[in-house]
């Protein structure tokens, strides 16, 4: 099945919208493929005002999240892979989602045979958290 991030961060988004907030995308900023103002990077992280006020043209896809906006007064384009993301949030109380991060796929997609990790032989568990 396809990545769950996706839906849920559209869902987050029009819910925080819904209630008067601002929203706000917390993204690591050293995945691959990122595409930020690196002089607002602060540990590895940004911190991404996504409001419909702060920003032009928001794509949320199964894949990117992509935008323009203004940094310091210059407009740039944001391109964020969305396993990147690690958090969609409002400004004003927190509420929102984290989520776990995860481990971008190999090169050349993913070739289920790879005898690279040490954990190879053990099966994947589906794993679910608790959003309070």
């Not at 928001?58 to 969305?82: E, H, K, N, T």
């Not at 190999?106 to 794993?127: F, Y």
């Amino acid at each position: 099945m396809s990545s769950s991030r996706p839906y849920m961060i559209r869902a987050i988004y029009e819910w925080i919208l819904d209630n008067s907030c601002t929203p706000y995308l917390l993204v690591n900023a050293r995945s691959e493929g990122v595409v930020v103002p690196q002089a607002y990077v602060q540990d590895g992280q940004i911190v991404l005002n996504v409001s419909e006020t702060a920003v032009v043209d928001l794509q949320i896809d199964s894949g990117f999240v992509s935008f323009g906006g203004r940094f310091g007064g210059v407009a740039q384009d944001v391109w964020v892979p969305i396993d990147a993301v690690l958090a969609i949030y409002a400004r004003e109380n927190g509420q929102g989602m984290m989520f776990e991060a995860e481990d971008s796929p190999p090169p050349g997609g993913d070739d289920g045979g790879s005898t690279e990790s040490n954990d190879a032989s053990e099966p994947k568990r589906p794993s679910l958290k608790v959003v309070k």
